[in-house]
């Protein structure tokens, strides 16, 4: 069976969560007793628990192991020569820790080590923020002092069922209520133990058996009854090792698989940057050759992906998308248009500069340099939301990050909600002002609320090319530099107004959304693509796995 994962471990690693996955099955293996094989040679496990009874009765009222009997029901089958029993009759100890008299008072600078769950995780202790106590308290404590061989069992909590062995050269400590001492009755069976606590049999009971509302707590009697499958003493020893030569096998595997992502990451930032970058036309054409040329090796994750459709949105501000045509009237007269209607003033003095932003000095042919404040007007509108009980209300959480896709459409009744809410109308822009949503931006075409935390924008230029500039990278660069300038946690008016945009001719930007839609759509289209062929790639794991279990 080991053969049969090794063989095909691109196929199992490669899948989504591939390698946590490839983890789970090697210890579904070796609990299952199909990691090694069987040697004739081997005393059974029922001469081991005959050994265990014996040294736990010099200690202990325990008279018999607990082989589990015929009616008892184990989860599964396991080799001849193992035996089902309780966690509890392997043990010679198992007991939680305490909280110290004065709880984190009791933490002294210098002393012994006192073991919370943060401590504690499956491949060895963390004590980087250990907390101490004093020696005194630590003798106080006496009924939960750490040994070495000891396997601590995290019993409440998010960390819920997180094990760690304790090693060899462990000299003392002390645990938290929140910690289970487990401690062998025969030190040879700690490794086993510590590998089938970790396994899917006991993990998944761990779940099934919490108690209480919030079911975060396993309470110590629970914990002692948990079914163990019990292979004789030098099987264990042999699966152990070959658990420990797999785990080292998965470490390297997910060190290569993080140094080719990051790889990968860096190529698609590098290629997609030659892109923004490009001095002039003809350069832009060669960076965009270059990329087109490995199209289908660089996009093949959603982050490539989601750089990609970030760049489209980044190109189509800067006027690389779509020619110039030099019959369209220019952004420059718009603009005045706009001022003569005064639905727009401009403050004597005041003129959109892109050098205080680091923005790009040139403008493709046709174009100007404007404020947010000159395209747009803020419209905020509060009223309250009992009188508007069956419209659509619209929050920040309705919009999907960086997309101005509207997630979700529920009635004011639907939320709930109390307080004051803006009124807005068809045709307008949704703008959150709120951290750390600031890249959330949305065009309705229905009235209705949205929340206080979001501005309503009238656009005064074609409100379609407004979101896609909201959502570009030259617009979030001067959202963050504004988030770093002011401490409230909101984005005010008068720096969203003073943000410099580029403005392109009016029927320019109505091409200008034609294309980013088109190029939108085919990343969305490549997006299903790679989602349909995860699925199929996770299926075929799945097949592979269960036969290796079967």
């Known amino acids: ?115 919370r769950s943060q401590n504690v995780w499956n491949n060895g202790l963390r004590l980087d923020d250990v907390a101490l106590i004093s020696a005194e308290t630590h003798a106080r404590m006496s ?40 401690r062998p009755a025969m030190g040879d069976t700690r490794q086993y133990l510590h590998t089938a606590l970790m396994s899917k049999l006991v993990q998944d009971t761990v779940m099934s058996v919490q108690v209480g509302v919030s079911r975060e707590g396993l309470s110590i009697g629970k914990l002692a009854q948990f079914f163990i499958p019990l292979p004789p003493l030098a099987e264990q020893h042999r699966i152990v090792a070959k658990v420990d030569e797999l785990m080292a096998l998965c470490d390297r ?83 005045a248009r706009l001022h ?14 892109h050098s205080d932003m680091g923005l790009a000095s040139s403008l493709p042919s046709g174009w100007c340099w404007a404020s947010f404040g000159e395209i747009c007007q803020i419209k905020s509108e509060l009223v309250r939301p009992e009188d508007f009980l069956d419209s659509i209300q619209v929050a920040p959480d309705c919009i999907e990050k960086g997309t101005g896709r509207l997630l979700e459409r529920r009635t004011v009744r639907q939320t709930g909600i109390r307080g004051p809410n803006n009124r807005f109308v068809a045709g307008q822009l949704l703008y959150s002002k709120i951290r750390p949503s600031l890249s959330k931006a949305v065009l309705v075409d229905f009235d209705g609320l949205c929340s206080a935390d979001m501005y309503p924008i009238n656009s005064h230029i074609d409100p379609r090319f407004q979101l896609s500039m909201m959502l570009s990278e030259m617009f979030l660069a001067q959202v963050r530099l504004a988030e ?56 075929l794991a799945s097949v592979l796995v269960e036969q290796a279990v079967a």
Not at 305 to 327: E, H, S
Request: proline share 5%; net charge negative; charged share 20%.
């Open 1 to 115: 069976m080991t053969a049969l994962v090794t063989d095909n471990l691109p196929l199992v690693s490669g899948a989504p969560n591939g390698v946590a996955k490839l983890r789970e099955l090697i210890l579904e293996l070796a609990i299952r007793g199909k990691l090694v094989e069987h040697e004739s040679e081997d005393a059974p496990a029922s001469q081991l628990l005959a050994e265990i009874v014996a040294m736990r009765a010099s200690s202990t009222r325990a008279k018999k192991a607990a082989v589990v009997s015929d009616d008892s029901l184990p989860p599964f089958e396991i080799p001849r020569s193992w035996a089902w029993v309780r966690l509890g009759e392997l043990l010679s100890k198992i007991g939680a820790g305490s909280t110290p008299l004065g709880g984190k008072q009791a933490y002294v600078d210098v002393g012994v080590k006192f073991l």
């Open 143 to 182: 009924g939960t002092h750490v040994q070495p061989g000891d396997i601590l069992f995290n019993i409440t909590g998010a960390s819920i069922g997180r094990c760690s062995l304790v090693p060899d050269d462990f000299d003392t400590g002390n645990v938290s209520q929140h910690v289970t001492i487990i």
């Open 253 to 335: 595997l997910e060190a290569e698989q993080a140094d080719a992502k990051a790889a990968h990451a860096q190529l698609v930032e590098a290629l997609l940057a030659s892109l923004t970058q490009a001095r002039d036309a003809a350069d832009f054409r060669a960076s965009w050759q270059q990329l087109s040329e490995h199209f289908h090796t660089l996009f093949t994750t959603e982050a490539s992906i989601d750089a990609l459709k970030q760049t489209v949105l980044q190109l189509g501000v800067m006027g690389r998308l779509v020619p110039q045509d030099l019959n369209d009237e220019p952004a420059t007269q718009l603009l």
């Open 340 to 353: 003569s209607s005064k639905r727009v003033h401009r403050a004597e003095g005041e003129e959109a500069t």
């Open 484 to 539: 770093n300038r002011v401490k409230m946690p909101k984005l005010n008016q008068e720096s969203l107004t003073s943000f410099v945009v580029p403005l392109p001719p009016l029927k320019e930007q109505s091409r200008i959304v034609a294309k980013v839609d088109e190029l939108l759509s085919v990343c969305d289209q490549m997006k299903l693509r790679l989602a349909q062929a995860r699925q199929h790639h996770e299926q």
